[in-house]
């Protein structure tokens, strides 16, 4: 496993076990997604990692039995490409606008990241079911 992989997958078990703190120590203070100009285009050229620690708080409140698995991993140089699967009970407070329904879902999601220095640096993909679009649930 490259140290890029290695690096990702702690970030990821840290974020679904609520320590925040990791996406300051995984993701540059430089870190571009080139989701923001279609979804808060005045958020270009900004410190965004807030919004990343937001979706994992907000997921991890609104789904308290979390489960979040990685699917697929491909790596090519400095790029990673990781489809993935968050899956819990909706039983906790609010997923955006949609209020807690009691029912298992699936949130399922494809990232694009380069990776420079042991840092995500770019994002290509998302956001993952705004506004609760594309919930699935299960039962």
Not at 45 to 60: C, L, N, P, S, V
Not at 89 to 116: C, F, Q, W
Request: net charge negative; glycine share 8%; hydrophobic share 40%.
């Amino acid at each position: 496993m490259s140290q890029n992989l290695h690096d990702l997958a702690i970030y990821s078990d840290r974020m679904a076990n609520a320590d925040y703190a990791a996406v300051y120590e995984y993701f540059a203070d430089t870190f571009m997604s080139h989701v923001t100009a279609r979804v808060n285009p005045a958020a270009v050229g900004t410190d965004i990692r807030y919004k990343e620690q937001e979706f994992w708080e907000m997921a991890k409140h609104a789904f308290p039995d979390m489960k979040f698995d990685v699917n697929l991993v491909l790596e090519s140089g400095d790029h990673i490409v990781s489809n993935w699967t968050l899956s819990g009970t909706h039983s906790g407070a609010p997923y955006y606008d949609v209020p807690p329904s009691g029912k298992k879902v699936i949130i399922n999601g494809t990232a694009i990241l380069r990776m420079e220095n042991g840092k995500v640096v770019e994002h290509w993909g998302g956001p993952h079911c705004m506004k609760g679009v594309g919930l699935v649930n299960q039962s």
